[in-house]
């Protein structure tokens, strides 16, 4: 899978080092170190997916994902470094895709990229399989190796907004309001009630989750399974 | 440097030796190297009894022998009467010369002091006992000693060793009132010392010492509404004495029973009691005094607290008064009679003072009928000049009670003898001029006598209220020195002021913001714009003014400043709560005391917060070098191994091996994360010592450690965990902060600790445990508190000794503790205890 990927950073070595990368697995790379080089790029080239540095010399990169009407945005990547959790969840709920914590491998770079190129905007299909977990959204039944789970409702619809973009980190905000609707925003704790009882339900063991992950402050994530 | 510690005392007696010798005990018994060069035991064997077993060096020619002391080499001297002076020949004329050149060759000294025996208060002391005092020590030992203790006991105890020849000075000096006078200048002197020193903490120790908290008060409640204020009035006492209380109802066997109001009432008072911090007793016996007595005597009671009667004397004398028998049955034991209404005792007592003594009056013309009556039986056998004789001892008798009924008494003598017994006999004439004298004489004794009776009364009053004053300064001093703040100190002395003087009081202190401005730091009393201008008067110019004083005299309240060090620190205002006539200015010289002290806790205060800075500012000191020398080393070191791995591949790329080549790959790896720890943690750290607030939300405890583990899930790799979280605890944290605290904690164990990892998590009560546990080597002794301060290592696994340090400061922010234990099957085991949250999730949820 090779796509034109655009990266946005000021830092010339962290440049270096993306692009050399993400050549070396085939992709095309463009680079930009401002916002506005970064949005004349985008304009351009039509880049599959956009790396984007928080912090640039003329301005936030939040300003870019701002400035790119939502229907023409490519998914974009945030790159932040770790204790910046309010500015990765801002940089979420604004329409970025995912984050990467700097300093992070080569693995994980590339495996988020696959993520998101393979999310495509395709439409979650009826009957959605991640590992042992088969969800038949149709007929509300959840199974894990063939046996079935009770799910409540809510519990239900949580973890089909999971389950549809595994891999993807979902903010509280999104899951919230995704599920619950506008005015549950506030309300946190809806979300752990349920993600503890969905944990207890489909994990072996819920202190160590397998599938349902807790990205600290920023949301949750269901892993990818490897394949 | 060798210290100097002085038991001081306000006369012999008091038992200054006895507590140099126990302390010395006690210090030997620490292992310390106590001799004894010289002690006087004055023939007592419990001061012989207290020397043995205590080394001595002998004296030579009955002085201090230095020599020997000073080749002995002790760690500690005990060397009695400081202000001796030595016999001729010797070294030093004085001994306390001795004692400072053992001080200069490194020893500690003992010694003992009476405060008339120091130099500038030679005249006073004087004053006050007609004693000349030859034998004075400078002041400047004084404030060379680097503790004083005051050996104090009260007056009338020290006046029963007196009696029981347990005082060995056979001196003058040592009456009630001498005794009292003395006492309060010891004390005076002291506190003064002391507080100058601002040695806050070794002042509440040294002053604890000298009044030991072996006090007890007992206190008897009734049915009686009045019983309330015995009750209050008992705790306020046991608090200025640090001492237990209890409070007893009695229940008069034989007698009625209650009825069920006064029982319910008494139950009241008890309960009241028990809520006060007293404890509570309910005693049974045939006599009320008897049962009180007993109880005090089994519970070592040092004072009794009753009620003053309210019932008329008739009944006392019918069926005799309660308060009488306990007084005299008390033994030791003290009887504090207290007023059942609530009224300031100052005021209360010029009133009975100056009501006419009509008993007195009558008694006096009674006596006088008396003595005509017998004069006349006995007329025929004696002469003139005896039953003159017998009229003298009635107008003597009458001029006790004071000089109303002297007057009185002398007229109506000379009428009744004139008239009865003068030839010429019944009638007012007088043949022989020589009964003109006798009247004169008869006038002249009732002045005489009723003066000194006058004198008399007025010094026993002045020696009570003396005594009254120096107990409250007593009292305020020592709680003066436990203030720790500046609003403490106000606050203290607010609540002294107010009990001991009929008045409202408030403690004035600038603005911080705007010093012209002075605001209330304690006390509730507004002042009206004069009356701010008198405090800012005292404020300005150091001095009392207000009434009472010789500036704006006129105004409703006096204010007095509070001096501390060179600065006025503050202002004390009051006013005279009840009768505005009453004079402010006959307070003046108790309430200056007052003020006085408050103002050297003030600067002591200061200095004590200002040594807190200090202490602060080379604690940041020590901080950023400590940081700066982890920078250099920690933050090096990895990088030394990335740069030289990575040009060892560059260079020599075409002759590693394979093996070689992934060696040195996975240490540039390695070496990056260790990098990213070490900043992440120092960040962290930074953060919350710069006051971060975490931004706390309840969160099931089995969440943060998932997410712990999802984080750490490659280094744990194919490692043992074992878990036992329970899915119902929810603890109220910030879940980026406490995720840190795990993942130090578990890679901690990680690096220096051995599988399989124990994590656990369980509720006590109010707390939330959450344990981590490796089975590794464990932890050296001694080490356990040391490992959570910054840049300490337990073993040498590399890292920068900040994992845990971060650990303690998030825990802590959280208002939790961490802790090291050392379970005995081995390992190393971190607790982290948080406050439970006091929600479920369905309870946040909702």
């Known amino acids: 899978m090779s796509a034109t990927i655009l990266v946005v950073d000021d830092d010339i070595h962290v440049r270096r080092f993306l692009r050399t990368t993400l050549a070396g697995h085939g992709h095309t790379v463009f680079e930009a170190g401002t916002v506005a080089t970064a949005l004349e790029v985008i304009e351009r080239a039509h880049p599959a997916v956009v790396l984007l540095d928080l912090g640039l010399p003329d301005g936030d990169g939040l300003s870019v994902i701002r400035a790119i009407p939502a229907e023409q945005r490519p998914p974009i990547i945030v790159l932040s470094a770790r204790g910046q959790e309010g500015d990765k969840v801002a940089a979420l709920d604004a329409g970025a895709e995912d984050y990467l914590t700097k300093p992070f491998g080569a693995g994980e770079l590339l495996a988020r990229i696959r993520v998101v190129l393979r999310r495509g905007g395709a439409p979650a299909p009826d009957i959605i399989e991640v590992g042992p977990i088969k969800i038949d959204q149709p007929r509300h039944m959840v199974t894990i190796d063939a046996n079935e789970v009770h799910l409540t409702p809510i519990e239900f619809k949580l973890l089909v907004e999971l389950a549809r973009q595994p891999g993807r980190v979902l903010t509280h905000r999104h899951l919230l309001l995704t599920v619950w609707g506008p005015t549950a925003l506030e309300h946190n704790q809806y979300l752990r009630v349920h993600m503890a009882a969905l944990r207890k339900k489909l994990e072996r063991d819920p202190a160590r989750p397998q599938w349902l992950l807790t990205e600290a402050g920023v949301g949750y994530r269901f892993r990818e399974p490897t394949t | ?540 110019h150091g001095e009392a003014a207000g009434r009472g004083t010789d500036t704006l005299p006129t105004a409703r309240v006096l204010a007095v400043p509070l001096v501390a060090g060179a600065t006025t620190a503050g202002v004390i205002a009051v006013q005279a709560r009840h009768d505005v006539r009453r004079r402010g200015g006959a307070a003046l010289p108790l309430l200056e005391s007052f003020a006085r002290q408050a103002g050297l806790a003030l600067a002591r205060v200061r200095s004590a917060e200002e040594a807190r800075d200090a202490a602060l500012r080379a604690r940041t000191e020590e901080l950023r070098s400590s940081l700066l020398s982890a920078v250099s080393h920690d933050l090096r070191t990895p990088l030394a191994v990335i740069t030289g791995a990575a040009t060892t591949l560059r260079d020599d790329a075409a002759r590693l091996t394979p093996v070689a080549r992934d060696e040195l790959l996975s240490s540039i790896i390695d070496d990056a994360r260790r990098l990213e720890r070490v900043l992440g943690n120092l960040l962290q750290l930074t953060r919350v010592e710069a006051g971060l607030v975490p931004a706390r939300e309840p969160i099931p405890v089995e969440e943060i450690v998932g997410a712990a583990l999802t984080r750490l899930e490659d280094a744990i790799g194919e490692r043992e965990v074992k878990l036992a979280v329970p899915s119902d605890l929810i603890v109220s944290v910030d879940p980026v902060l406490f995720e840190q605290v795990l993942i130090n904690l578990i890679d901690n164990a990680l690096k220096h600790g051995a599988p399989p990892l124990e994590l656990s998590a369980s509720r006590a009560g109010d707390t939330i445990d959450l344990v981590v546990r490796d089975h590794g080597a464990g932890i050296p002794d001694g080490d356990s508190e040391r490992l959570f301060d910054k840049f300490v290592r337990a073993s040498s696994a590399p890292g920068a000794g900040l994992g845990l340090a971060v650990v303690r400061a998030i825990v802590e922010a959280h208002g939790g503790t961490a802790t090291i234990e050392r379970p005995r099957d081995g390992g190393a085991q971190f607790r982290i205890a948080l406050p439970a949250a006091h929600v479920t999730l369905l309870e946040a949820a909702s």
């Not at chain 2, 601002?198 to 049915?223: K, S």
């Not at chain 2, 029982?263 to 008072?269: Q, S």
């Not at chain 2, 009254?468 to 009292?475: E, P, Q, S």
């Open chain 2, 1 to 540: 440097m060798a210290r100097l510690k002085i038991f001081f005392g306000a006369s012999p007696g008091v038992g200054k030796t006895t507590s140099m010798l126990e302390e010395a005990r006690a210090a030997r018994a620490r292992g310390v190297d106590v001799v004894v060069c010289v002690v006087e035991t004055h023939g007592r064997a419990e001061t012989q009894q207290l020397l043995d077993g205590l080394p001595a060096i002998a004296p030579r020619n009955g002085e201090l022998d230095l020599d020997a002391t000073l080749a002995r080499r002790p760690a500690l001297v005990l060397i009695d009467e400081l202000a001796h002076t030595n016999a001729p020949g010797s070294k030093h004329v004085k001994r306390w010369q001795d004692v400072f050149e053992l001080l200069d060759a490194g020893i500690d000294i003992y010694t003992t002091l009476n405060v008339q025996h120091i130099e500038s208060l030679g005249d006073v002391v004087q004053q006050i006992t007609g004693v000349k005092v030859t034998e004075t020590v400078p002041d400047a030992v004084l404030d060379r000693a680097d503790e004083i203790e005051l050996v104090d006991i009260p007056p009338d105890q020290l006046l029963e060793r007196l009696a029981d020849g347990k005082v060995n000075a056979p001196e003058s000096m040592l009456s009630r009132g001498n005794l009292l006078a003395l006492r309060e200048l010891a004390l005076r002197r002291t506190a003064e010392r002391v507080d100058a020193d601002m040695l806050a903490y070794r002042r509440q120790q040294g002053i604890g010492a000298a009044w030991p908290a072996g006090e007890r008060l007992l206190v008897a409640v009734g049915p009686s509404p009045g019983s309330e204020r015995l009750i209050r009035a008992t705790k306020r006492m046991a608090e200025g004495l640090h001492a237990e209380w209890t409070a007893a109802h009695v229940e008069v066997l034989g007698a009625a029973p209650l009825n069920e109001k006064d029982r319910e009432r008494v139950e009241n008072h008890l309960r009241l009691a028990e809520s006060l911090g007293g404890e509570i007793a309910r005693l049974a016996d045939r006599s009320v005094p008897d049962a009180l007595l007993s109880y005090a005597r089994e519970h070592n009671v040092t004072r009794i607290v009753a009620g003053k009667p309210t019932h008329s004397r008739w009944r006392d004398l019918l069926r005799g008064s309660l308060l009488d028998t306990l007084i005299r049955l008390s033994g030791t034991i003290e009887i504090h009679v207290i007023a059942p209404l609530q009224h300031g005792p100052q005021r209360a007592a010029p009133a009975s003072r100056d009501r006419p003594n009509y008993v007195a009056y009558i008694s006096a013309l009674v006596g006088i009928a008396a003595v005509t009556a017998f004069g006349l039986a006995v007329f025929r056998y004696a002469t003139v000049a005896d039953i003159s004789m017998l009229y003298l001892i009635a107008i003597a008798l009458a001029s006790l009670s004071g000089r109303g009924p002297a007057l009185v008494a002398a007229s109506v003598s000379i009428a009744a003898f004139d008239f009865c017994f003068v030839p010429p006999r019944f009638t007012f004439a007088v043949a022989e001029m020589g009964y003109l004298l006798t009247f004169a004489v008869m006038f002249a004794s009732s002045l005489v006598i009723s003066t000194l009776t006058v004198r008399l009364r007025r010094q026993e009053r002045d020696a009570v209220v003396r005594e009254r004053n120096t107990v409250a300064l007593l009292a305020f001093t020592r709680d003066i020195a436990a203030a720790a703040t500046r609003e403490d100190v106000a606050a203290v002395t607010v609540r002294h002021l107010e009990s001991v003087f009929p008045v409202a009081a408030s403690v004035l202190v600038p603005e911080p913001r705007d010093p012209t401005q002075l605001v209330a730091a304690a006390g509730l009393m507004p002042l009206a714009r004069e009356e701010q201008t008198v405090a800012r008067w005292a404020f300005d």
